[in-house]
């Protein structure tokens, strides 16, 4: 486990910003936080000295498909692996591998796969669990998902991908009777039920809410839209305070007003960012093959030969710094939307999505420009920009010139801390 003081940081805590401030890691938790005019323990073994960059909670991203080439439909834990340590070169500590529409049994390998990696130490962000985007969908809103494998929810195939433990989080449509027989399930389990590549009306929404549903998947797309005597699935998603709205912020999928009126109605503890990356992300544009289709990743966007977007090459920095500019708000009401607001959303919230003592210590610091400097997963540096200065090791014996870290590469292998820094 690992111990670090992280010092002269604009801490962002649920309290307020400590410029100056410092947090003390210990065992892979947040021992305590300070502000300037204190003074942390000196016991500590290493000490990452940020120079006033901000320090906020590790990002979460609950819907993310893959990156530098590879999918969660893989089922290959290496493949996960590294799209750990992608996600945490761009600031996320935790995320949910996110499957799609596909048949039960690469469905059900997919979810083994991820229940596999789930809470174990990664070269990059931890696995928190599944996040499985289908096959419980409207095929007349099935976006880029594979309309042959959508199917009404099977209460017997429910089960099987339950069992496996790792399911947080279901997107569904619930205009669909059987689809909304599974947002019980999903309740009575501790699931998250999400309405997404849905057809409802705003009256369906409604019985939806009604039954359970907390969440909606990238708000805006694959969605009945809004009309102003039938507002629809978008209209509904705005309309229930209590339904989480997953955005994705990569200037592609929403325009920036549409971001704006989302962030004004649900507030940054409504509103979420998501990538919904593909295995593309991470890679020189080009035309890739995804789940057996062909997709063209051109000026940022990913679409089917018909035009239609398949997902994104988005990483979650960015999409911060997307809503940032269309908000035109700062860091300390934004700060939620990537950490906070998921961990609710997914039930993590006693540990993760917020810096307070106790909770893990999940951190990422960012410069002015809201790029990424540093990720830290459970007090391990598992991710620092080529500029930023290494931690001094402290404590008796203890000689820089053998230290056996190896340098940063930029944009690609992740550091680990030192095992023996504590
Ligand atoms: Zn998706």
Redesign the pocket.
């Known amino acids: 486990m690992s111990s670090l003081l992280v010092a002269d940081a604009r801490v962002l805590t649920p309290t307020g910003t400590l410029p100056g401030g410092w947090i003390a890691v210990r065992d892979g938790r947040i021992a305590a936080i300070g502000p300037a005019s204190t003074s942390p323990p000196s016991d500590l073994p290493e000490r990452l000295t940020v120079d006033g960059a901000w320090v906020l909670p590790g990002f979460l991203d609950v819907?993310g498909?893959g990156a530098v080439g590879y999918d969660t439909m893989d089922a290959d834990p290496a493949g996960l692996e590294a799209i750990a340590a992608h996600q945490a070169r761009h600031g996320v500590t935790g995320f949910l591998p996110?499957t799609?529409t596909a048949s039960h049994p690469a469905t059900l390998a997919a979810l083994e796969t991820i229940a596999e990696l789930r809470g174990r130490a990664l070269p990059g962000a931890g696995v928190l669990g599944a996040h499985m985007?289908g096959p419980y969908l409207n095929p007349r809103r099935c976006g880029a998902q594979d309309q042959r494998d959508i199917r009404p929810a099977d209460p017997d195939e429910v089960a099987a991908y339950l069992a496996t433990g790792v399911v947080r989080l279901i997107?569904l449509a619930p205009e669909i009777e059987e689809n909304l027989a599974l947002v019980h399930t999903c309740r009575e389990a501790g699931v998250t039920a999400s309405i997404g590549h849905s057809d409802a009306t705003f009256e369906q929404v409604r019985a939806a809410v009604a039954a359970g549903v907390r969440h909606a998947?990238?708000t805006g797309n694959a969605m009945r839209p809004l009309h102003h005597r039938e507002p629809g699935t978008v209209g509904g998603v705005l309309d229930h305070p209590q339904v989480r709205a997953e955005v994705i912020a990569d200037g592609v999928h929403v325009h920036p007003a549409l971001l704006r009126l989302v962030h004004a109605v649900k507030g940054s503890d409504g509103l979420l960012l998501v990538t919904?990356a593909i295995g593309a992300t991470g890679r020189p544009e080009g035309t890739f093959r995804i789940g057996g289709r062909t997709v063209e990743v051109r000026d940022g966007a990913v679409r089917l030969p018909d035009g239609a977007l398949a997902?994104s090459v988005l990483t979650l920095d960015r999409a911060l710094r997307t809503l940032v500019a269309a908000t035109g708000l700062g860091l300390e009401q934004l700060w939620p939307t990537v950490s906070r607001t998921p961990a609710r959303a997914i039930g993590v919230q006693d540990r993760k999505g917020s810096l307070i003592a106790g909770a893990d210590a999940d951190l990422v610091v960012l410069d002015d420009a809201l790029e990424v400097l540093a990720t830290i997963v459970g007090g391990r540096l598992v991710h620092r920009a080529a500029a930023q200065r290494p931690p001094e090791r402290r404590g008796p014996g203890t000689d820089p010139s053998t230290d056996p870290r190896p340098d940063p590469t930029p944009g690609s292998r992740p550091l680990t801390a030192d095992p023996a820094g504590g």
Do not use: I, K, L
């Open positions: 819907h498909h996110t799609w985007e997107t998947t990238h919904d997902g």
